[in-house]
């Protein structure tokens, strides 16, 4: 893609940013100051500057032409130490149709909401910054540092400390746990060297508040090499597999304009933030087979949440548990990608835009990548008759972005594919967060089949790494052919049902069918996967029909398999989000409500997103209903996930049913890779 002319690009420069699109530098900084004025002489803290999203009937009348341009606002959420105040604030950037980019003259502050931050149950989320923090805290107590010299560790630079949000405490404050390890050299895997000693930090007082260990020292810290890193590898490469180049002579099939993609029929934008990280806004497909007509599919889409309970019960380990989104902010945590490594081929970037603790922003290079990849066969058919084959080969555009969560990676891809499927993959690699053995599971008392601990999985002499499990939230507001708000689209289950034997209906016994339920209310929208039943939930518009079938158009969410939340129902994970508990929840669209365990999950006691929302059981027909899709991979740690893990993946799928008149993928031309050769063909057999 060639760059922009300089008229074009002061052109496009000098339009408004697009309703949708993530805030720029200059409105960050802009609505920072504008904060700063409303609250002088007062020193605030920044916690979360980002787009507000105008309400979703201004949106849809806007994108469909049918209404003026939203006014663009930020919302931002602020603390001013000592005091234990939370602050909400709505910034304006610009007037509806203004120009500028939403400069800091057009900023203002239009509502501010001050709450008493002791009262509240759960807090802003942590931010890099506020990590930093809780480990310098950490670091600097005396009374750390004289546990470890009582484990042996008299040099406190090798200290290595992981901040985690905590629950389910006895204290008071804004508070972080820190888990700690020794490492022993700069580029060393500290979690080849657990420490059980684990300071409680109020970041508000900036102490340590208190300090949980064993209740007498291990008799030795583990110290043996567990190393990842190119120079302390202790064995030599493998011999390097023969280049495999990803290239576009011809460039990229996609066009991008701004924050807007174009590709193989599918258009859509992007967005970015610091709490779900990349979000899929309106997205369509324009369809030959109805005229060209543009047709709606999603409305928004985004990982919302998630969370990271651990199976070891013994203290201070029971309280493991990350609500990686609400507790840090997924976007706060993404990477800069590599172009050649991270992603392939003809790739397009996106950077993120997130804000410091002093209200500066933060510009992350190329958080979001965009790019075409091969995913095998579209299609075939071989007429074995004559011989003839008509072969497709499947392209899918693939958009993602990758987080550290302090030791985990996590890698999202959004994959639109040529037959209007959209799917969702998470991979999952990083570090094992470790632990020491209890001292009853050193003596041999950890009640494991081999020894060691029950819960979890020894990678190395005295290194335990528990099991647990990775449960994440996708909230889908579906549009399905519909361009009014989703009004008129219902929730269905499919399941499949076998038929009884029977002299005349099923004489033979082979005979089963699909049964549908529509999900009415949002009790009723509280369901369990079943792969015996081959599950599936349907999101239909009854306001257009496929014309063989007569039936509703409509797209189907196919499940993830494997079990949800494994804790107990009343054990804090269930308690402050119950979205971990059921697969799949229904709610009516309402502004505001886009995270299912609530707005403020850090410290949480208790959920106030899905379990407030369906405590009245309310109707869902005619509501516009909006999909909270819960899926977890369960991972029971081995051996080889040590010291770095091999990526799993874990995701699920929207695919079309009724939705197109017949095969969308059956215009795809026939392709040829004239760079495939034959390789050395190997030695025949002998018989």
Same mark, same amino acid.
């Given at each position: ?7 074009? #690009? %002061? $052109? @496009? &420069?000098? =339009?408004?940013?697009?309703?949708? /699109?993530?805030? !720029? ?5 802009? +609505? ?71 400069? #800091? %003259? $057009? @900023? &203002?502050? =239009?509502?501010?909401?001050?709450? /008493?931050?002791? !009262? ?5 989320? +942590? ?11 950490a670091r600097g107590c005396p009374r750390v540092a004289e546990l470890l010299r009582q484990r042996g560790v008299s040099d406190l630079s090798q200290l290595a400390c992981d901040p985690w949000a905590i629950h389910a405490g006895r204290w008071k404050g804004r508070l972080m746990q820190v888990f700690t390890y020794l490492k022993l050299c700069p580029d060393d895997n500290e979690y080849a060297h657990p420490l059980d000693v684990v300071p409680i930090v109020d970041l508000n007082a900036g102490e340590v508040i208190d300090i949980e260990s064993y209740p007498t020292p291990p008799r030795a810290i583990p110290r043996a090499p567990g190393n990842y890193h190119r120079r302390l590898l202790e064995r030599p490469f493998r011999e390097a ?447």
């Amino acid at each position: 893609m060639s760059p922009p002319a300089p008229a074009a #690009a %002061a $052109a @496009a &420069a000098a =339009a408004p940013p697009h309703p949708l /699109d993530p805030l !720029s530098p200059s409105e960050v900084a802009a +609505a920072a100051a504008a904060c700063r004025a409303a609250a002088a002489p007062r020193r605030l803290r920044f916690n979360t500057v980002t787009l507000l999203e105008p309400p979703k009937p201004a949106l849809l009348a806007f994108l469909r032409g049918a209404g003026p341009r939203p006014a663009r606002r930020a919302f931002c959420v602020v603390m001013a130490p000592p005091a234990f105040a939370v602050i909400e604030a709505v910034v304006e950037l610009a007037a509806p149709g203004g120009g500028g980019g939403g400069g #800091a %003259a $057009a @900023a &203002a502050v =239009a509502t501010w909401k001050e709450m /008493d931050g002791e !009262s509240m149950d759960g807090q802003p989320l +942590a931010t890099p910054d506020d990590c930093l923090e809780a480990e310098r805290i950490a670091r600097g107590c005396p009374r750390v540092a004289e546990l470890l010299r009582q484990r042996g560790v008299s040099d406190l630079s090798q200290l290595a400390c992981d901040p985690w949000a905590i629950h389910a405490g006895r204290w008071k404050g804004r508070l972080m746990q820190v888990f700690t390890y020794l490492k022993l050299c700069p580029d060393d895997n500290e979690y080849a060297h657990p420490l059980d000693v684990v300071p409680i930090v109020d970041l508000n007082a900036g102490e340590v508040i208190d300090i949980e260990s064993y209740p007498t020292p291990p008799r030795a810290i583990p110290r043996a090499p567990g190393n990842y890193h190119r120079r302390l590898l202790e064995r030599p490469f493998r011999e390097a597999p023969k280049p495999l180049h990803v290239t576009q002579p011809e460039g990229p099939s996609f066009t991008v304009d701004g924050w807007r993609v174009d590709w193989q029929g599918w258009d859509f934008r992007i967005g970015f933030n610091g709490r779900e990280g990349l979000v899929l806004y309106d997205v369509c497909y324009t369809d030959p087979q109805e005229g060209g007509r543009r047709r709606p599919v999603v409305h928004r889409a985004s990982i919302v949440e998630m969370a990271v309970p651990y199976a070891d019960p013994s203290p201070p380990y029971n309280r493991k548990c990350a609500f990686d989104a609400g507790d840090y902010g997924l976007g706060f945590a993404a990477n800069s990608l590599a172009l050649g490594c991270d992603c392939l081929g003809a790739v397009a970037y996106f950077d993120g835009v997130v804000n410091d603790g002093e209200g500066q922003p933060v510009v992350i290079p190329s958080a979001v990548c965009l790019h075409e990849e091969d995913a095998g066969l579209l299609w075939k058919h071989v007429d074995y008759r004559t011989g003839y084959a008509e072969i497709r080969r499947a392209r899918r555009l693939v958009v993602s972005f990758i987080m550290t969560a302090v030791n985990y990676e996590y890698c999202f891809y959004w994959y639109l594919q040529q037959d209007g499927t959209i799917a969702h993959e998470i991979k999952l690699t990083g570090i094992l967060s470790t632990s020491l053995l209890t001292p009853r599971e050193e003596a041999g008392g950890g009640g494991g089949a081999e020894g060691g601990s029950r819960y979890g999985t020894m990678v190395a002499e005295g290194v335990n790494a528990a099991a647990h499990q990775h449960i994440f939230s996708a909230r889908l507001d579906l549009a399905v052919d519909d361009e009014e708000g989703g009004r008129g689209l219902v929730v269905s289950e499919l399941n499949a049902q076998r038929e009884p034997s029977h002299p005349g209906r099923n004489p033979a016994g082979n005979a089963f069918h699909e049964t549908e339920t529509e999900l009415l209310t949002t009790s009723a929208a509280v369901r369990q996967p079943a792969a015996e039943a081959a599950r599936v939930w349907r999101v239909k518009n009854p306001g257009r029909r496929h014309p063989v079938t007569g039936r509703p158009v409509a797209y189907h969410l196919y499940p993830a398999a494997g079990p949800l939340l494994l804790a107990a129902p009343d054990s804090a994970v269930a308690t402050r989000g119950r979205f971990t508990t059921a697969a799949l929840h229904v709610t009516p669209h309402a502004e505001g409500q886009l995270y299912p365990a609530g707005y403020y999950v850090f410290q949480s006691n208790a959920d106030s997103g899905l379990a407030e929302w369906i405590k009245e059981d309310r109707p869902l027909l005619g509501a516009d209903p909006v999909v909270w899709y819960t899926f977890a991979f369960t991972h029971f740690v081995r051996p080889e996930d040590y010291p770095v893990m091999p990526c799993d993946s874990v995701g699920f799928s929207l695919r079309p049913h009724g939705f197109f008149r017949v095969n969308p993928a059956l215009d795809v031309p026939p392709s040829h890779d004239a760079a495939s050769v034959r390789a050395a063909a190997a030695p025949a057999s002998k018989l």
